[in-house]
């Protein structure tokens, strides 16, 4: 390691920099901006903010490159959160190579000792005719993750805790008509004053219902501030207040958001609980409500639109594959990183279909996951027949900032892995490899499974339900240990009389493997026993007796995790997602059980072994290939590839390809392995044999037909398994120009048995999927998608069917022209549980249509239609169905006028809850001379009426706007807005004045609000000067003033800035600003305020 590093300053010398042969000078560019800001803030206010800030931000770019070999990149930005620096430096000259900065470190020759990922750190390497080698240390950027998606249908199983509801965006109403809903932010550099919210765009009123309650709930689209007041105007209580400082707050904190959206209907389960009675679920939004706030667990599929990935994603580090076909990033799809979402812009275009394999790796950025890896690589060859190669490899994780907890374990992991290829004669290639793992902690042997002095979010003790009284909390007391006199904050459990239970449940599944034993520190009474359960990830579990000997004193009890006292069920260390403690009092009064931290000590180093062989002959007229690979228990790899469910494995395999006649070619393939599964509890035998012809008589024809066949035995005298896949594909691609373009023909057919030891049938089932789709062109312009999709599960055994699953999608695009196009699609879902009697319908239906004619208006029309259903036992019990469309019509004249009419409209009944919205909008625009072309003028009136929910407001606009040749502009507008209860006007003047040096504009706008109930008025005026002066051609002054007077609130604010910007040259450039602001109470004085700030940025570009 030392030499490596020795070797990497020399050759990163500066000397390379500055060498005097470089063809040219490296570029370096950038900008460094300060801003410094001063605020002074007298009177009452609750958004105090006073002092001075200092921000600063840099950005710097360095490139170039030396005839000597030295290539170097550097882009720093510091306003970046993730990754702010990016940098590499490259050094190749004759035999000797080397790397500095964020590299691709890439092992792709061997499999089991193999590595790929984006890095940090420093590589160099040696390479002549017959040797190569290179070593390499970096250190992680983020952590590999991989997501896997079935078509556009993606699942997720997720605990929610009773305190992650969402915040601020419900609110229970009185069981009245809402006439306006009013808000204030409560920040008063947004200003003061109540704002109107508009139904359907800032919030909506849903009747929610549970049981047999019904209750009216108002939903903000977007959650208030947390100084925010919220203001209620009902038809016959007035105006009430929601939210406030000095008000009850009525918000609902039942209501739980999942990660994803558009949930499918009716496959969530959230254990035994019924929809209807104990929760409501929100389908399209995936929110779920309760009466009261609870813990629950849910396992649900959404439709993956978006695909979601683990935030935040570290950039560039995103590989995404459909089917096996790499997509790239802005031309397929685009992704955030910050939210980790990856959206396709057309899913067709990229391939996606109901069957289709997502499969997206990336990086995540995560603290406390970071590790250093060290590594080696040589190849040799001898003469031209063999090559030999060795690869070591030492991954180690970051030493900790705080106390170990759970799933925070220090591993140090090794690879050493030997490969072979030989080459006896032309078209034979023989390659072996044999490769060994070594896992084992590197935190002396502890982990500490909660750490009670520590966070307590990512694992939390939960109380569960008993008839006995049980109380658990976490109490700070002096503790005596026998080898400690600390303090600990331990947790106390009070338990009543009869039996009761308390567990954690871990976000992160924890791997005791490599632990021999598990300690813990107990103190009991003596009418207490205790049993220890252990969870794996499989929900199997495993019982231990904890009960100390000795009663009334702390113990520190210690039990081997695989053989000490095992009560029920085999060990499985590696996927611990749970940990129960089960308290049996025998006594008839309440007793206190303290438990200190859970310690699993005694780590062992957990070895592995894997082999490979594997023999190719290949030549113009056949290929055949057979191989072995057997994994040894323990073998854990490093990069490549993921053994970590696979414990045991042994693979026989035999490939050929053998052409028959012209173009046509017969596979053949067969596997037999041999795997353990420890989180299943299996030890699987399968059987697989695939056979296929591929005919490819020209470019324009290909025709495949693959058959398979998989049997899998369950080895484990426990449970026999017995399964027999078989599976037809066949698959025509056609491409000619007006004729079919694409068909595609699928088969499956899965045959499943399950015997028990002594042969008693338990179940015998067959699945058939078929899927058939096509791409027409009859004509061109046209485009015809019929697809269909059918899957039946039916019990062999009764000859009864178990469910059905049926997909119709079909799409007609019609593009005659760039001046006229239509798209109408179609989808319809049918899903049908016979077992529990239950079906989900889902069908939508849409029409685009644009029509663009020279001379003529042009026409633009979007329609769709969405029902779905779910029924249970012939009753529907949920029902939704949505329409909406948009139909626009617009022309336009060069130099004259410009019309255009707009109708706009939603419908939505989802379960008997009906809502409507309608829009109906007209406008012209006609252009005028005046003063003899001195400049211009237009007129545009403006009607619209928008109807939601039997709610009417009808809304006039017309402005009239005037633009001189000589800097001159006028604007007068008036806006009337009429509703059922009540009317708003606003009249506003503008007049600007530009040159080139000056730019000033003035603006006087009143708004007057008519409750008609109420009779109640409310004027809110407001006026703006503002002005600019352009001296010479690197000084500008900017000016500003407003006044707004608030009848609603009675509150008055004046605002004034001062701006200059000075270009004091081509590098730098400097602002100086100043904010006054002052705010009036008509109704209290002392609630005044003033506020002062002066801020300064200055930047540097180079």
């Given at each position: 390691m030392k030499r490596m590093l020795l070797l990497s300053i020399i050759l990163f010398s500066p000397t390379f920099l500055y060498a005097e042969d470089r063809p040219k000078p490296f570029n370096i560019s950038g900008t460094k901006m300060f801003s410094s800001t001063y605020a002074d803030i007298k009177g009452n206010t609750t958004a105090k903010s006073e002092g001075f800030k200092l921000n600063q931000s840099t950005r710097l770019l360095l490139e170039g490159k030396t005839k000597n070999g030295l290539n170097a990149y550097m882009n720093y930005d510091d306003t970046r959160q993730i990754n702010p620096l990016e940098m590499l430096i490259n050094y190749q000259k004759d035999i000797l190579s080397a790397s500095l900065g964020h590299m691709d470190v890439v092992l792709n020759e061997t499999e089991f000792s193999g590595y790929n990922s984006r890095m940090f750190g420093v590589k160099a390497g040696v390479k002549t005719d017959k040797f190569n080698t290179q070593v390499f240390g970096a250190t992680n950027r983020g952590i590999s993750k991989t997501a896997t998606y079935q078509g556009n249908i993606g699942h997720e199983s997720r605990y929610i805790y009773e305190d992650e509801f969402v915040i601020r965006k419900y609110y229970q109403l009185l069981p009245e008509i809402v006439q306006d809903v009013l808000i204030d932010d409560g920040i008063s550099e947004n200003g003061d004053g109540f704002t109107t919210l508009t139904q359907s765009t800032d919030y909506t009123?849903?009747?929610?219902?549970?049981?047999?309650?019904?209750?009216?709930?108002?939903?903000?689209?977007?959650?208030?501030?947390?100084?925010?007041?919220?203001?209620?105007?009902?038809?016959?209580?007035?105006?009430?207040?929601?939210?406030?400082?000095?008000?009850?707050?009525?918000?609902?904190?039942?209501?739980?958001?999942?990660?994803?959206?558009?949930?499918?209907?009716?496959?969530?389960?959230?254990?035994?609980?019924?929809?209807?009675?104990?929760?409501?679920?929100?389908?399209?939004?995936?929110?779920?409500?309760?009466?009261?706030?609870?813990?629950?667990?849910?396992?649900?599929?959404?439709?993956?639109?978006?695909?979601?990935?683990?935030?935040?994603?570290?950039?560039?580090?995103?590989?995404?594959?459909?089917?096996?076909?790499?997509?790239?990033?802005?031309?397929?799809?685009?992704?955030?990183?910050?939210?980790?979402?990856?959206?396709?812009?057309?899913?067709?275009?990229?391939?996606?279909?109901?069957?289709?394999?997502?499969?997206?790796?990336?990086?995540?950025?995560?603290?406390?996951?970071?590790?250093?890896?060290?590594?080696?690589?040589?190849?040799?060859?001898?003469?031209?027949?063999?090559?030999?190669?060795?690869?070591?490899?030492?991954?180690?994780?970051?030493?900790?900032?705080?106390?170990?907890?759970?799933?925070?374990?220090?591993?140090?992991?090794?690879?050493?892995?030997?490969?072979?290829?030989?080459?006896?004669?032309?078209?034979?290639?023989?390659?072996?490899?044999?490769?060994?793992?070594?896992?084992?902690?590197?935190?002396?042997?502890?982990?500490f499974v909660d750490d009670m002095e520590g966070d307590d979010i990512l694992t939390r003790w939960k109380t569960l339900s008993s008839e006995a009284k049980l109380a658990a909390e976490k109490t700070p007391e002096f503790i005596f240990h026998p080898e400690s006199t600390d303090n600990h904050q331990v947790l106390r459990i009070s338990c009543g009389q009869g039996t009761s239970t308390i567990e954690q449940i871990f976000t992160t599944p924890l791997d005791l493997s490599l632990y021999s034993s598990m300690g813990i520190w107990i103190h009991a009474p003596a009418s207490v026993t205790v049993t220890l359960c252990l969870y794996s990830a499989s929900n199997h579990y495993f019982l231990y007796d904890i009960t100390p000997d000795r009663k009334g004193e702390y113990l520190y009890i210690k039990k081997n995790l695989t053989t000490d006292a095992v009560l029920y069920g085999s060990p499985d260390m590696k996927n611990i997602n749970r940990i129960q403690i089960i308290l049996n009092n025998n006594g008839t009064q309440t007793a206190n059980l303290y438990l200190d931290d859970l310690i699993a000590d005694g780590g062992l180093a957990r070895d592995g072994l894997a082999k490979k062989v594997e023999a190719v002959f290949e030549n113009e007229q056949f290929k055949f290939k057979a191989g072995l690979k057997d994994i040894d228990y323990g073998f854990v790899p490093i990069g490549l590839n993921d053994f970590e469910s696979i414990s045991d494995t042994r693979n026989y395999q035999a490939e050929a390809q053998i052409p028959l006649v012209q173009q046509t070619t017969l596979l053949m393939k067969y596997e037999n392995k041999l795997k353990s599964k420890s989180s299943l509890e299996k030890q699987l035998k399968q059987d697989i044999f695939s056979t296929g012809i591929k005919f490819n008589p020209s470019e324009t024809l290909k025709f495949n037909i693959d058959y398979k066949q998989e049997n899998e035995n369950d080895c484990k005298a426990v449970q026999q398994?017995?399964?027999?896949?078989?599976?037809?594909?066949?698959?025509?691609?056609?491409?000619?120009?007006?004729?079919?373009?694409?068909?595609?023909?699928?088969?499956?057919?899965?045959?499943?048995?399950?015997?028990?030891?002594?042969?008693?049938?338990?179940?015998?089932?067959?699945?058939?999927?078929?899927?058939?789709?096509?791409?027409?062109?009859?004509?061109?312009?046209?485009?015809?998608?019929?697809?269909?999709?059918?899957?039946?599960?039916?019990?062999?055994?009764?000859?009864?069917?178990?469910?059905?699953?049926?997909?119709?999608?079909?799409?007609?695009?019609?593009?005659?022209?760039?001046?006229?196009?239509?798209?109408?699609?179609?989808?319809?879902?049918?899903?049908?549980?016979?077992?529990?009697?239950?079906?989900?319908?889902?069908?939508?239906?849409?029409?685009?249509?644009?029509?663009?004619?020279?001379?003529?208006?042009?026409?633009?029309?979007?329609?769709?239609?969405?029902?779905?259903?779910?029924?249970?036992?012939?009753?529907?019990?949920?029902?939704?169905?949505?329409?909406?469309?948009?139909?626009?019509?617009?022309?336009?004249?060069?130099?004259?006028?410009?019309?255009?009419?707009?109708?706009?409209?939603?419908?939505?009944?989802?379960?008997?809850?009906?809502?409507?919205?309608?829009?109906?909008?007209?406008?012209?625009?006609?252009?005028?001379?005046?003063?003899?072309?001195?400049?211009?003028?237009?007129?545009?009136?403006?009607?619209?009426?928008?109807?939601?929910?039997?709610?009417?407001?009808?809304?006039?606009?017309?402005?009239?706007?005037?633009?001189?040749?000589?800097?001159?502009?006028?604007?007068?507008?008036?806006?009337?807005?009429?509703?059922?209860?009540?009317?708003?006007?606003?009249?506003?003047?503008?007049?600007?004045?530009?040159?080139?040096?000056?730019?000033?504009?003035?603006?006087?706008?009143?708004?007057?609000?008519?409750?008609?109930?109420?009779?109640?008025?409310?004027?809110?005026?407001?006026?703006?000067?503002?002005?600019?002066?352009?001296?010479?051609?690197?000084?500008?002054?900017?000016?500003?003033?407003?006044?707004?007077?608030?009848?609603?609130?009675?509150?008055?604010?004046?605002?004034?800035?001062?701006?200059?910007?000075?270009?004091?040259?081509?590098?730098?450039?400097?602002?100086?600003?100043?904010?006054?602001?002052?705010?009036?109470?008509?109704?209290?004085?002392?609630?005044?305020?003033?506020?002062?700030?002066?801020?300064?940025?200055?930047?540097?570009?180079?």
């Open positions: 009123i849903l009747q929610q219902t549970l049981g047999t309650t019904t209750i009216p709930v108002l939903v903000l689209n977007t959650p208030a501030e947390t100084d925010a007041i919220i203001q209620v105007v009902y038809e016959q209580s007035g105006t009430l207040t929601i939210k406030g400082p000095d008000t009850a707050d009525d918000e609902i904190r039942s209501y739980y958001k999942l990660s994803y959206p558009d949930v499918v209907p009716g496959k969530e389960v959230i254990g035994s609980l019924t929809r209807g009675t104990d929760y409501q679920i929100n389908y399209p939004d995936g929110s779920v409500y309760f009466a009261t706030k609870t813990d629950f667990n849910i396992d649900y599929d959404y439709a993956a639109k978006t695909y979601h990935l683990e935030p935040p994603v570290l950039p560039g580090s995103e590989r995404v594959m459909v089917n096996g076909n790499q997509k790239q990033r802005g031309i397929d799809y685009t992704v955030n990183y910050e939210t980790g979402e990856v959206r396709f812009f057309d899913q067709h275009a990229s391939g996606i279909y109901a069957d289709s394999e997502v499969k997206i790796e990336y990086e995540t950025v995560a603290e406390g996951n970071r590790y250093n890896l060290t590594g080696l690589r040589g190849n040799y060859s001898l003469k031209n027949w063999m090559d030999m190669g060795c690869t070591y490899l030492s991954k180690s994780d970051a030493a900790p900032k705080a106390k170990t907890t759970q799933a925070m374990a220090q591993m140090n992991h090794q690879i050493v892995g030997f490969d072979a290829n030989i080459h006896p004669m032309e078209g034979l290639k023989i390659t072996g490899e044999v490769a060994a793992s070594r896992k084992e902690p590197g935190n002396y042997g502890k982990i398994i017995n399964n027999v896949n078989k599976k037809t594909t066949a698959i025509i691609d056609i491409n000619r120009e007006n004729i079919l373009h694409l068909s595609r023909f699928g088969f499956f057919n899965r045959l499943m048995n399950v015997n028990s030891r002594d042969n008693i049938h338990h179940l015998h089932a067959s699945s058939n999927h078929t899927y058939l789709r096509f791409n027409l062109v009859p004509v061109s312009g046209m485009e015809l998608i019929p697809e269909y999709k059918l899957k039946q599960t039916k019990d062999i055994n009764k000859d009864t069917r178990i469910s059905e699953e049926e997909n119709i999608l079909g799409a007609i695009n019609i593009a005659s022209s760039d001046k006229l196009s239509t798209i109408l699609r179609y989808a319809h879902d049918n899903l049908s549980n016979l077992v529990l009697n239950s079906q989900q319908y889902n069908q939508s239906l849409s029409l685009e249509f644009g029509l663009t004619m020279d001379k003529w208006p042009s026409l633009n029309t979007f329609l769709e239609n969405t029902q779905k259903k779910y029924m249970e036992n012939q009753f529907i019990t949920s029902q939704i169905d949505a329409s909406g469309g948009d139909m626009k019509i617009a022309f336009s004249s060069p130099n004259r006028y410009l019309w255009l009419v707009q109708y706009r409209f939603s419908r939505n009944s989802s379960d008997g809850i009906k809502n409507k919205t309608d829009n109906y909008m007209g406008e012209t625009t006609r252009w005028f001379r005046v003063w003899k072309q001195a400049g211009t003028s237009s007129l545009t009136p403006r009607i619209s009426q928008d109807i939601t929910n039997s709610i009417i407001v009808d809304t006039y606009f017309v402005s009239w706007e005037t633009i001189f040749k000589r800097g001159i502009s006028t604007k007068l507008s008036y806006e009337l807005s009429e509703r059922d209860t009540s009317s708003k006007n606003v009249p506003s003047i503008k007049i600007g004045y530009t040159t080139e040096k000056w730019n000033t504009s003035s603006e006087i706008k009143q708004t007057k609000n008519l409750n008609k109930v109420t009779s109640l008025k409310t004027i809110d005026n407001f006026s703006s000067l503002s002005a600019g002066y352009k001296l010479k051609d690197r000084l500008a002054l900017n000016e500003s003033f407003t006044c707004s007077d608030n009848e609603s609130t009675h509150k008055t604010t004046h605002s004034s800035s001062t701006e200059i910007n000075w270009e004091i040259n081509k590098m730098l450039n400097a602002i100086l600003k100043s904010v006054w602001s002052s705010v009036h109470d008509q109704v209290s004085s002392s609630l005044d305020y003033e506020s002062n700030k002066v801020g300064v940025d200055v930047s540097i570009v180079f």
